[in-house]
């Protein structure tokens, strides 16, 4: 258990709709990042919030988008779903932007467009 | 970030240690290399990391070359539990927290 929680844990949606989804990081951390996995292979990061701003973006259209609260808890929304945006979204939380220290994992949200 | 080289898959038996091998030969002086692991279906883990001293903490040790071009993790003595993807990392910190992650490795314990 890191602390960081997601929900939901499954949705299934069809193309053209939107998703929001969302992560609450562990306590005392300012940091939240976001990845993507498709099915066997590695996360790739999608972007990155500290202080309720985006810092820093991977290869990813503007239809991925995001937001930070004050508590530091994060949404990703997703427009216009085509059946590839289909993979496991992670979310991970951090003390602090930049340094020597880990990010924790939550344990992801499944996310299926059928 | 500099680009990791794992091996696809490697197999250990139940209570041997399991060594893991990375290559990252153009790493900079600036980098870190990190160790994560994912168990199936679930959010990667946090292992380990280290800049070029060898490092050691209760799940695991990493040994760095005095190159730094490749280190290997090693799992004392591997349990079930242990199988998973292990994915070596390099990052920069002043360049935030992004994680560039490969292929990695799966390593299956056996009993």
């Known amino acids: 258990e890191t602390g960081v929680t997601q929900s939901p844990t499954h949705l299934i949606k069809t193309r053209g709709q939107q998703v929001t989804l969302r992560c609450s990081s562990q306590s005392g951390h300012n940091t939240v990042s976001w990845y993507q996995q498709a099915l066997g292979q590695g996360p790739q990061f999608i972007f990155q919030?500290?202080?309720?701003?985006?810092?820093g973006r991977g290869n990813f259209p503007p239809r991925f988008s995001g937001l930070q609260f004050p508590n530091y808890s994060s949404e990703l929304n997703v427009n216009a779903l085509e059946l590839d945006d289909s993979a496991l979204y992670l979310c991970a939380s951090s003390r602090r932007l930049a340094g020597d220290n880990e990010q924790f994992f939550g344990p992801g949200t499944r996310l299926t467009v059928l | 970030d500099a680009k990791t080289t794992q091996p696809p898959s490697m197999d250990c038996a139940e209570g041997r240690a399991a060594n893991l091998p990375c290559n990252h030969s153009?790493?900079?002086?600036?980098?870190?290399v990190y160790w994560y692991r994912q168990i199936h279906s679930q959010g990667p883990q946090y292992i380990i990391h280290?800049?070029?001293n060898n490092e050691t903490n209760e799940m695991a040790s990493l040994i760095i070359t005095e190159d730094r071009k490749s280190s290997t993790l090693i799992l004392p003595h591997a349990t079930l539990r242990d199988t998973a993807v292990y994915y070596c990392i390099v990052r920069a910190m002043e360049y935030g927290n992004k994680l560039v992650f490969g292929a990695g490795t799966i390593l299956r314990v056996k009993s």
């Open positions: 280290g800049l070029k």
């Open positions: 153009t790493i900079s002086g600036n980098e870190y």
């Open positions: 919030y500290y202080r309720e701003e985006e810092n």
